[in-house]
Every structure is written in C-alpha cells, then in structure tokens.
C-alpha cells in the first residue's frame, strides 16, 4: 500500500514526458495565402526542413481569403499542442484591424516564435505610361492625371500611399485578389503600377514592364541599379515579414522548439537559395527581435493607411 509521499512520483511524470515527447504525430503548417506565391514557396521549403529536423511530417494548409485572416484565424482557434502553427502576415496584426471585424485578438490570440524571412516590394510601371523611364518621371506623369496602384490588401502597398501623399499625387487604389492579376492588369496597360512581388522579375526582364523602385528596406538582387524609394528621397519602405506563431498558451519547452527549429531552417542553404531565386531577403529573427521589429513598423502602416483613409474611424 503507498503512502501519500509516494504518490508524486507516480503521477508528475505524465505531463514531463508528453512535453519531452513532443512531437509524435504530424504538424499543420497552416498560411493564409494561395499556392505558388513566394510566402508559400517560403512556407514549403521550410516546411521541409523542419519535417526532417523534428522527425514528424509537417502538412502545409494553404488558408487563403478574407484579406488574409482565414489563416491566423485558423492558428488561433487552434488547440495550443504545438501541432497546429504557421505565417501570420503583417496584414493580418496590424492592416485588418483597420478595416474589419477579427475573429481572433491580433496581438493576444497568438504566441509569436519568430521572423525568417521578408518579401520585398517593388514599384514598376507598363504601357499606361509608355513615357515613365524613372520614378521622377512618375511623378511628373501624376501631377497631369490620377493615376491607379493596386496590390492584393493594403499593406503591401504602404508605400504608395506614402509615395502619393509625400509627392502630392492624386492616386487611386485598387484592390485586386490575385498578386498575378494585379501584374497582368499592369502589364496590359489597365493600371499604373502594384506593389510587385517575385512575379514581377521576369516581367521586367522581359520589357514588359519597368522597374522605377525597390519599396522595400533594400535593392533587388535582380536590379542592382533601381535605389529603394528612401534613396531617391521618399521615406517610406513597405515591410513584408513572413512571421511565425502558433495559439497563445504553447507549453514553453514546444514553443522553443518549434521556435528553434524554424531558425534553423531559415539558415539552411537549401531554404536560402529557393529563397534568393525568388528575391525573399533572409531575415531570420528570434522572438523578442520579432516583436521589436513589429513595435517599429506598426506606427508607420496604421499612419499611411489611416492618412489615406482606409481606417473605418475608430
């Protein structure tokens, strides 16, 4: 018969070994964009790295829709095991609450883990402005008539709300479903210029659109000699992180390691190079680097996008 001081020993155990344990089955990598994007060339290749580092398959859910909240939503409503985590966008924390009712709390339904990597943005133009050769001549060109921008959701079009407002153009959005819809409009002479992603290389290269901007916080590998908007005297760069969270209430000891093994594989040189072949700058941060660098960005977005008056007034 055991006494009272024995029953420790038999019953902590369980809930030690389960988190040791952990994993033991597959992993849902859940992202709120479509299939064949860079976030999801990002998402896949780690995806498989981390299959291999953790032992366990690892399932990509692509989650597209609703402004790209389907997929956070989805991470939040998920049970905090550890089996359930992915991308949640800066639209998705910062730009949806601007514009729409959330089913999850941005900055409270989540555990942030980390940043690896960060899409960059540029700025090109096709046959609408047959004259534009450079962003001076853009500017010329929306000081005779408006002129049209478009991207998938607002926030990856921070800078040209910034660019329209800072150079005193009449510019009108234009949201558009699909990044590679956004690009054929572009590039079929419909609309101005988009917030251009890794669809855009070959189109410039091609000739048939023109590259007056990189929008983000550096160059394009691809174009050397197009500067950032802050170079040619605008400060204003479009952030695109691609950051990692699972539900809030992650066990600590899961949470490091999941954490530990998306950095990990955010320095593999398998997952930089498809990264580089799609211009995604590798950008891999630990948690507290993550949430620092979302405390900076955020002012600026809710500014240029409350400026242009995409809030709903609250």
């Known amino acids: 018969m055991f006494g009272r001081r024995h029953l420790p020993a038999l019953l902590l ?3 030690s070994l389960a988190q040791e344990a952990w994993p033991t089955r597959e992993l849902q990598l859940v992202t709120g964009f479509g299939p064949g994007g860079g976030t999801d060339v990002v998402a896949r290749a780690i995806a498989a790295h981390v299959e291999k580092s953790l032992g366990v398959p690892v399932v990509v859910r692509n989650t597209p ?3 790209g909240t389907l997929g956070p939503a ?3 409503q998920a049970k905090p095991d550890g089996y359930t985590f992915g991308l949640v966008g800066l639209s998705a924390l910062v730009v949806a609450p601007l514009l729409m009712d959330l089913t999850y709390k941005p900055w409270e339904s989540f555990d942030f883990l980390c940043c690896t990597s960060e899409l960059r943005i540029g700025m090109p133009v096709g046959p609408s402005l047959p004259e534009v050769k450079t962003l001076a001549d853009f500017i010329a060109a929306g000081r005779q008539r408006p002129l049209t921008f478009a991207s998938t959701n607002p926030g990856s079009a921070v800078s040209f ?3 329209g407002r800072l150079a005193g ?3 009108t959005y ?5 990044i590679t819809e956004a690009a054929a409009q572009v590039a079929g002479g419909h609309i101005d210029t988009y917030s251009g992603t890794p669809e855009m290389i070959q189109l410039v290269k091609g000739g048939n659109l023109r590259m007056l901007a990189s929008a983000s916080i550096d160059r394009w590998p691809e174009f050397p000699e197009v500067p950032t908007l802050r170079e040619q005297g605008f400060d204003s760069a479009t952030r ?4 990692w969270a699972g539900p809030a209430g992650l066990p600590r000891p899961v949470q490091a390691r999941l954490a530990a093994a998306l950095l990990a594989a955010a320095k593999d040189p398998e997952v930089l190079a498809r990264q580089q072949a799609t ?3 590798p950008r891999p941060l630990d948690r507290a680097a993550t949430l620092a660098m979302l405390a900076e960005v955020r002012p600026g977005v809710e500014a240029a996008l409350t400026a242009a008056g995409m809030g709903r007034g609250r």
């Open 169 to 171: 153009l009449n510019m």
């Open 74 to 76: 989805r991470i939040a």
């Open 161 to 163: 709300f910034d660019l």
């Open 13 to 15: 155990p369980a809930p």
């Open 65 to 67: 829709g609703a402004g």
């Open 240 to 243: 695109q992180p691609i950051i």
């Open 279 to 281: 211009s995604i700058a």
């Open 174 to 178: 234009v949201q558009i479903p699909s």
